[in-house]
């Protein structure tokens, strides 16, 4: 089971960028797919997550409205929008794959398998 997250990079505030979490060893509409980010100095944050079966999606507050998770069953690859991105929106980036309820979308610990993750920075 693999996750490999891509995507980041260097992008100046009000810019965008999409974050990939290519998924490979198991089926993608089995599982949730959640984001999480952390800063330097800070402790691992929600940041999104997609119930791939069915589609159903929750976004941590500080980034509803500029953020939006999709996915491709075909490419078994779940992608992470960021529009009007922040300099706080600096962070690396991890998807992880489990099998949280809805309500639960944000407790990293329900996540079993996690991707390596893609640092993204937000900076003039």
């Known amino acids: 089971v693999q996750l490999q997250a891509s995507g980041g990079g260097l992008v100046q505030p009000g810019g965008s960028l999409r974050l990939s979490c290519a998924v490979s060893?198991?089926?993608?509409?089995?599982?949730?797919i959640g984001w999480f980010r952390q800063a330097p100095g800070k402790e691992r944050e929600f940041v999104g997550a997609i119930k791939v079966s069915g589609g159903t999606t929750r976004y941590a507050d500080s980034v509803k409205g500029r953020f939006t998770i999709s996915r491709d069953n075909a490419k078994n690859t779940v992608y992470l929008q960021m529009n009007s991105l922040k300099p706080e929106d600096t962070a690396v980036y991890y998807c992880?794959?489990?099998?949280?309820?809805?309500?639960?979308?944000?407790?990293?610990?329900?996540?079993?398998?996690w991707g390596q993750g893609t640092q993204v920075t937000v900076s003039s």
């Open positions: 060893g198991f089926t993608l509409d089995d599982y949730a």
């Open positions: 992880a794959a489990g099998h949280p309820i809805l309500s639960a979308f944000d407790q990293a610990g329900l996540y079993r398998y």
